[in-house]
Structures are given as structure tokens and as C-alpha cells.
């Protein structure tokens, strides 16, 4: 553990209590008008601030995924939009939204969530490892079927096109309290995984180390797929499919306070907080509500290809 390590997480704890504030009172209508208006206080307190806590924790649970998924899969391309976890519970909220005009729509999202992560992982596991292009190329695969899956769902959905259509981009333009009460769910999901940081540490020196270190390493992973799988589930029936935070933010936060688990998770979740935040509220105050899917895939995308080719260079 770095000794700068406590400093970066206060640091960033204070980051994110500044950064939710500041997009409270940040938007297209400004403080200074918003205060003369007579729906001032619903406009605060039903739209703005749900809106505000829901992005906060939908980067938390998609930053906690990826930086769970690296270091499970000891692979730093490993991100819930890239190996398919994302499209998985997309599809799954877009049955629901179909079939039943969204009724049980997180749990349906889990469900895809959870089924997609565990095809990947059965798909690119080689001899009880899973190799870098094996695991990229399996996610690609599993995306481009579930694509075709969730394109003819797209087709036959008569009314619900443009529902599914704006959710699956992104955003979070219907938020209500509603939805904080779901995403509540998400600060369990991040203990569940953080409870594992020490045998995640672990697990990063190989399986055959860590088993004769006493740690259980198919349990230790399906704990973290099932789990990693909820967050994405969670956060996507929330938000619909917001690609690279889980990619990014652990990156980035290695580089800072270090590759503990124990520090780099809650590091990680705070980062990924104040990223999609910020997305938010800039798309939100200056894009015309432009998903943030959209903002967070322009930024995501190059660093996505900056890492491929450093690993292809090394």
C-alpha cells in the first residue's frame, strides 16, 4: 500500500461530495433563474437531485465491475461493456420493456448481466486460463449475437422502438426517487466485492499460488462474476448501457494509490462516481441532454485502443 494511498481516497471522497453538489446546482436552467421560478424546489429535489445520487452510483458500480472483472481475469482489458456483460443486461431489460412494458426490468438486466459474463468466462477459459485475445474476441462474439438478438427484439417491438432506443444510448432523463431506492442496491454489491480484495490481491499471482495460499479460486470467481453481474445489472436497468467507466477509472487509479485491491476498489468506485457525474451534468447543462452513453463512448473508445496498442508494443 502506497503511503499516498489514504490521502488520494479522502481526497476523492471530497472530490465527489464538492462534484454532487456543484451538479445540483449546475444545468440548463441556472441557479441565479432557477430561484425565481415557482417549481423551484421540484425541480431540485425530484429531478436534479435523484439524478444526481442514481449517476453517482451507477459509476460506482460500473468502476467497481471493471476493476473486480481486471483483476479477477488478471487482465486489464477486462470491462463489463467490452467482454459483454453490458449488452447482456441490456437485452434483458429490453425482454422486459417488450414483453411485460417493464415490469421486473432489473431483474431481467441482472439475468442477461449474469448469463453473458458466465458464457464469456466458460467460452474463453483455456486450460484455467483465460488469455487476453481469447477473452476479447469471446466478448465481441457474445456482443454481435446478443446485438442480433436485441435488433429483432428492436423490430418487432411496434410502440416500445423509442423507448428502447433511448435507453439503450444511455442517460438518465427519467431518474426519480424510484430509482434511488434500486440503486441503494449497489453500495451492497461494492462490500460484497471489496469483502474479497485481500484474495483478489491474491489471485493476481495465479491460480496454483493462490490455491496453495488457502483461497478457493472457483469459488473466489463465480462470487465475483455473480457479483460483478449484479452491479452491471443494477446499473443498467438504471441507466441503460453506459460503456468505458468500468475500463478507465481503474487505469487511471492504479497509476495513483497503487495495485492493492483493498484500496484501489474504493478508489476506484469514488473515481468512477465523479467521471459519469461529470458526464452527466456536462451533457445535461451544455449538450442538450445528449446521452451520456454517447460522451463516455468518444472518451472510452481511444483509451480502449491506447491500451491495445501498448499491449501489442510489449
Given at each position: 500500500?502506497?503511503?499516498?494511498?489514504?490521502?488520494?481516497?479522502?481526497?476523492?471522497?471530497?472530490?465527489?461530495?464538492?462534484?454532487?453538489?456543484?451538479?445540483?446546482?449546475l444545468g440548463p436552467v441556472s441557479l441565479g433563474s432557477l430561484v425565481t421560478l415557482p417549481s423551484a424546489g421540484m425541480?431540485?429535489?425530484?429531478?436534479?437531485?435523484?439524478?444526481?445520487?442514481?449517476?453517482?452510483?451507477?459509476?460506482?458500480?460500473?468502476?467497481?465491475?471493471?476493476?473486480?472483472?481486471?483483476?479477477?481475469?488478471?487482465?486489464?482489458?477486462?470491462?463489463?461493456?467490452?467482454?459483454?456483460?453490458?449488452?447482456?443486461?441490456?437485452?434483458?431489460?429490453?425482454?422486459?420493456?417488450?414483453?411485460?412494458?417493464?415490469?421486473?426490468?432489473?431483474?431481467?438486466?441482472?439475468?442477461?448481466?449474469?448469463?453473458?459474463?458466465?458464457?464469456?468466462?466458460?467460452?474463453?477459459?483455456?486450460?484455467?486460463?483465460?488469455?487476453?485475445?481469447?477473452?476479447?474476441?469471446?466478448?465481441?462474439?457474445?456482443?454481435?449475437?446478443?446485438?442480433?438478438?436485441?435488433?429483432?427484439?428492436?423490430?418487432?417491438?411496434?410502440?416500445?422502438?423509442?423507448?428502447?432506443?433511448?435507453?439503450?444510448?444511455?442517460?438518465?432523463?427519467?431518474?426519480?426517487?424510484?430509482?434511488?431506492?434500486?440503486?441503494?442496491?449497489?453500495?451492497?454489491?461494492?462490500?460484497?466485492?471489496?469483502?474479497?480484495?485481500?484474495?483478489?490481491?491474491?489471485?493476481?499471482?495465479?491460480?496454483?499460488?493462490?490455491?496453495?495460499?488457502?483461497?478457493?479460486?472457483?469459488?473466489?470467481k463465480q462470487i465475483l462474476l455473480f457479483a460483478s453481474a449484479f452491479l452491471t445489472g443494477i446499473a443498467v436497468s438504471?441507466?441503460?448501457?453506459?460503456?468505458?467507466?468500468?475500463?478507465?477509472?481503474?487505469?487511471?487509479?492504479?497509476?495513483?494509490?497503487?495495485?492493492?485491491?483493498?484500496?484501489?476498489?474504493?478508489?476506484?468506485?469514488?473515481?468512477?462516481?465523479?467521471?459519469?457525474?461529470?458526464?452527466?451534468?456536462?451533457?445535461?447543462?451544455?449538450?442538450?441532454?445528449?446521452?451520456?452513453?454517447?460522451?463516455?463512448?468518444?472518451?472510452?473508445?481511444?483509451?480502449?485502443?491506447?491500451?491495445?496498442?501498448?499491449?501489442?508494443?510489449?
Amino acid at each position: 500500500m502506497r503511503r499516498t494511498a489514504p490521502i488520494a481516497i479522502l481526497a476523492l471522497t471530497c472530490t465527489l461530495l464538492i462534484s454532487m453538489a456543484c451538479a445540483v446546482v449546475l444545468g440548463p436552467v441556472s441557479l441565479g433563474s432557477l430561484v425565481t421560478l415557482p417549481s423551484a424546489g421540484m425541480i431540485i429535489w425530484d429531478v436534479r437531485v435523484p439524478r444526481v445520487i442514481t449517476a453517482a452510483l451507477v459509476g460506482c458500480a460500473l468502476a467497481v465491475a471493471g476493476t473486480a472483472m481486471q483483476g479477477l481475469f488478471r487482465n486489464s482489458m477486462a470491462d463489463p461493456y467490452i467482454i459483454g456483460t453490458s449488452s447482456g443486461g441490456a437485452l434483458g431489460a429490453t425482454l422486459a420493456i417488450v414483453l411485460f412494458a417493464g415490469a421486473g426490468l432489473p431483474v431481467f438486466a441482472f439475468a442477461g448481466a449474469a448469463i453473458a459474463t458466465f458464457a464469456v468466462y466458460i467460452i474463453a477459459r483455456q486450460g484455467g486460463r483465460i488469455p487476453v485475445e481469447t477473452l476479447l474476441l469471446s466478448g465481441v462474439a457474445l456482443s454481435m449475437l446478443l446485438s442480433a438478438f436485441l435488433s429483432f427484439l428492436m423490430y418487432t417491438s411496434g410502440r416500445s422502438l423509442h423507448q428502447i432506443m433511448f435507453w439503450l444510448m444511455g442517460g438518465f432523463w427519467n431518474v426519480s426517487w424510484g430509482d434511488v431506492r434500486i440503486a441503494i442496491l449497489i453500495p451492497v454489491g461494492c462490500l460484497a466485492v471489496y469483502l474479497y480484495a485481500r484474495d483478489i490481491n491474491i489471485i493476481s499471482l495465479g491460480d496454483e499460488d493462490a490455491i496453495h495460499l488457502g483461497v478457493n479460486v472457483e469459488r473466489l470467481k463465480q462470487i465475483l462474476l455473480f457479483a460483478s453481474a449484479f452491479l452491471t445489472g443494477i446499473a443498467v436497468s438504471i441507466a441503460g448501457a453506459i460503456g468505458f467507466i468500468g475500463l478507465i477509472t481503474p487505469h487511471v487509479m492504479r497509476l495513483i494509490v497503487g495495485p492493492d485491491h483493498r484500496i484501489l476498489l474504493p478508489a476506484a468506485a469514488l473515481a468512477g462516481g465523479i467521471l459519469l457525474l461529470w458526464s452527466d451534468t456536462l451533457t445535461r447543462t451544455f449538450a442538450g441532454d445528449m446521452p451520456v452513453g454517447i460522451i463516455t463512448a468518444c472518451f472510452g473508445a481511444p483509451f480502449f485502443i491506447y491500451l491495445l496498442r501498448s499491449r501489442m508494443k510489449a
